[in-house]
């Protein structure tokens, strides 16, 4: 787990009649002018809710899509949000445009507007850093998933608030992931899925490092296939990283497909059950096979750790999902320790039901590939150089 002292805790600091400047993840899918999906939201109640108990003046930011800067766009306005957190918190909470003249009395709460319609905030302007800092005695960094990026809401405000600390979500996601990193629960077994090595290469590389086994699944594991001088039809690979896929294949155990699910190029309509190495060149690899989920599911069910980022086929269509279904139920019924991480595999293991089953979801997306891969967050960072600068 991080290290208590490797940075300080919003639980620990007395909130107490303070400004309490907080940055979420409130990133949320809008339609139609409403929140579609209040995930995020949800996930950042329990530390809105602890401020305003200790009675802070809470003022919340983040962003929304990706505005251009300058004037306010109301298709990316965090308007939404807004009414959502108001419904969910049974307080006003108004979204402040005018946000430098904020003035909140203890147990009130405001959202900013938009923070990247702000110039200079992806660019981490020292001077907007500073303005941000200004609005408060306590800043409590709480969005892991916009950790990996250096910009004046993750990171410059930190370098100038009085008080720079993390909140609960983000000590929450760190502490699992070095769980699972970090002197883990043997063995440990790794599904990387996906469509190009590329992508993930650090990844890999890097979990070839940590794990005792490494599943691979979609277009990666396509590329794997190739390496082993297996035939992949028309289906998507990395011709170019097949050297690549033997040199991780030689310092990690990874089990490939021995059957696969195809579909003729020009008709995805209906699934094909063929052994690996034997696909026409007309058909596409879709999915992992029956016998291949099978084989999966019983090393996942002796795992001691489980790391999971990417599904194993195009689950999105229920009739390549197969493999996919049945690895995010072996996850979900295994006694590991586990954690599941990224925007497709967080919506397979919504799609079947296994949420309760996962130790750890993450919503970190680039972030929780950067951190397994061993880079240094700077919204992370900047909190260990403040407790200890």
């Not at 990690?252 to 008709?267: G, H, R």
């Not at 999105?316 to 690895?327: A, K, P, S």
Request: aromatic residues 4%; negative net charge; glycine residues 10%.
């Amino acid at each position: 787990m991080a290290e208590s002292g490797a940075f300080l805790r919003m639980e620990e600091q007395d909130l107490a009649g303070k400004r309490v400047l907080v940055r979420e993840d409130l990133n949320v899918p809008v339609r139609d002018g409403v929140v579609a999906s209040s995930a995020r939201i949800d996930a950042a109640l329990p530390t809105l809710r602890h401020c305003l108990d200790a009675g802070a003046a809470v003022i919340v930011m983040s962003h929304l899509g990706r505005p251009k800067p300058g004037p306010i766009d109301p298709a990316l306005s965090l308007a939404p949000v807004a009414t959502a957190l108001t419904e969910a918190l049974g307080l006003a909470v108004p979204l402040v445009a005018d946000w430098e003249s904020v003035a909140l009395s203890p147990g009130h709460l405001a959202l900013l507007e938009n923070v990247r319609f702000c110039p200079g905030e992806t660019e981490n302007d020292d001077a907007l850093a500073q303005r941000y800092a200004s609005l408060a005695d306590i800043f409590v960094m709480d969005a892991f998933a916009t950790a990996h990026r250096a910009q004046a809401s993750t990171h410059g405000v930190a370098r100038f608030a009085a008080v720079a600390c993390a909140g609960p979500l983000l000590a929450a996601e760190l502490d699992a992931l070095d769980r699972a990193l970090t002197a883990p629960a043997r063995p440990v077994v790794a599904i990387v899925g996906g469509s190009k090595v590329s992508t993930k290469l650090a990844v890999l590389e890097s979990l070839a490092d940590v794990a005792d086994t490494l599943i691979v699944g979609g277009g990666i594991a396509n590329t794997f296939l190739l390496a082993a001088g297996q035939e992949v039809g028309a289906s998507l690979a990395e011709p170019e990283l097949v050297e690549v896929a033997r040199r991780i294949a030689g310092k990690v155990n990874v089990p490939l497909p021995v059957d696969v699910m195809t579909a003729p190029s020009a008709d995805d309509s209906a699934a094909l059950l063929r052994l690996a190495g034997e696909v026409p060149e007309g058909e596409t690899i879709l999915d992992i096979g029956p016998e291949s989920a099978r084989r999966s599911r019983e090393v996942l069910q002796g795992a001691g750790t489980i790391l999971w980022n990417g599904p194993l086929g195009v689950f999105e269509r229920d009739h390549f999902g197969e493999g996919t279904r049945v690895v995010a139920e072996a996850v979900a019924s295994s006694s590991a320790f586990s954690i599941a991480g990224g925007g497709d595999t967080l919506a397979a293991v919504e799609k079947y039901g296994v949420a309760d089953g996962v130790s750890y979801l993450s919503t970190g997306g680039g972030a929780f590939l950067e951190y397994v891969e061993g880079k240094p967050l700077p919204g992370v960072e900047v909190l260990k150089q403040r407790r200890f600068g």
